[in-house]
């Protein structure tokens, strides 16, 4: 997280915000701030009301209550003029893939009302943090996905914003992509630049985030730093069971589960044991001659699990 500039107010707030599509209340009573300088991870598995949320920020879907601050201007009243001061990363790459990349980055500069000296004088600095100096001439459609999604972001920072948005930033991307992305998302917050993003990569959010929140069915289900998230929500050892039982680890959860002071959850033929303190389990199973087992500490993906369920989410 960068130092904050003295005075410098929360670049976005959301207080009891509510969205509704027909009967479904898509974001239930949600509030979230973010902090000057810092980057934000909204997790949450796919329907968790994510989008909608970023959706009602900027002022492009119309909330049913609540009230939004978005640098410092109220949304959606004066969603307009707040956006001028807000990058935005889609989920979904959408560029014009009848220009080049520098075209591209030229016609939202100005969109922004950017004067044209100013963006001939920006636009090489943003293609060289995107890795894309090599491509400023090359057309849309010659451009790798990582390359789109370089450029989505280069795209973002044309008007110099306080606030990044960024929806999925890595979904769709190799890693080597992904780490390029991290690596200038982090720059970026170094700067000084609020990062709000939402994701359901958890190494993302425990790399980039300072805070984060996890969200599902429209509500907030826990907020903090990463590390306070997993000290809150979870034991903090791990110890994922498999191997040859008799009548599955089904039946094995059911045996010693409960007298190992364990708990336990199944997935496929995988016994997730959650503790407190191993010493009993281990020892048990060091005395299994047909198990295996992997001891690990509690992450942020146990945490997002044990709070949205292991049900599948389409
Ligand atoms: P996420 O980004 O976390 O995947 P979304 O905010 O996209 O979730 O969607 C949350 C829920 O709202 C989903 O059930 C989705 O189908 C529904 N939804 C989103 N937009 C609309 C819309 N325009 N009309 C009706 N339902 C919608």
Not at 13 to 32: C, F, H, M, P, W
Not at 108 to 134: C, K, M, Q, S, V
Not at 212 to 240: K, Y
Request: aromatic share 6%.
């Amino acid at each position: 997280m960068a130092a904050a500039r003295p005075g410098a107010s929360s670049p976005l707030e959301i207080a009891r915000l509510v969205k509704r599509y027909g009967e479904q209340t898509v974001v239930n009573d949600l509030s979230l701030s973010v902090a000057p300088g810092e980057c934000f991870a909204l997790l949450g598995p796919n329907g968790a009301g994510k989008t909608t949320t970023l959706r009602c920020a900027l002022g492009l879907t119309m909330p049913d209550a609540g009230q939004i601050t978005l640098c410092g201007e109220p949304v959606p009243e004066r969603a307009r003029e707040a956006r001028r001061r807000v990058g935005v990363v889609p989920q979904f790459d959408n560029l014009d893939p009848d220009f080049t990349c520098t075209e591209n980055l030229r016609v939202f500069g100005r969109y922004f009302g950017i004067d044209t000296a100013t963006l001939r004088e920006r636009t090489p600095a943003l293609l060289a943090f995107a890795g894309l100096a090599h491509k400023a001439d090359a057309r849309i459609q010659d451009l790798s996905g990582g390359m789109k999604r370089r450029l989505t972001l280069a795209r973002a920072l044309v008007n110099r914003p306080e606030l990044l948005l960024l929806d999925e930033p890595s979904t769709g991307l190799d890693p080597q992509a992904r780490h390029l992305i991290w690596r200038r998302l982090k720059q970026l917050v170094a700067e000084g630049t609020s990062v709000l993003l939402t994701t359901h990569f958890m190494d993302e959010a425990e790399r980039l985030a300072d805070r984060l929140a996890i969200m599902d069915n429209g509500r907030i289900l826990a907020t903090g730093s990463p590390r306070e998230v997993i000290a809150a929500h979870i034991e903090p050892h791990v110890v994922e069971v498999y191997g040859d039982w008799p009548d599955g680890m089904a039946a094995w959860v059911c045996t010693h589960g409960e007298p190992l002071s364990v708990r336990c959850e199944l997935s496929g033929d995988t016994a997730f044991c959650y503790v407190d303190d191993t010493a009993a389990l281990l020892a048990h199973l060091a005395q299994q001659t047909t198990l295996r087992y992997l001891h690990r500490p509690a992450n942020l993906e146990d945490v997002f699990l044990k709070l949205t369920g292991r049900d599948l989410r389409d």
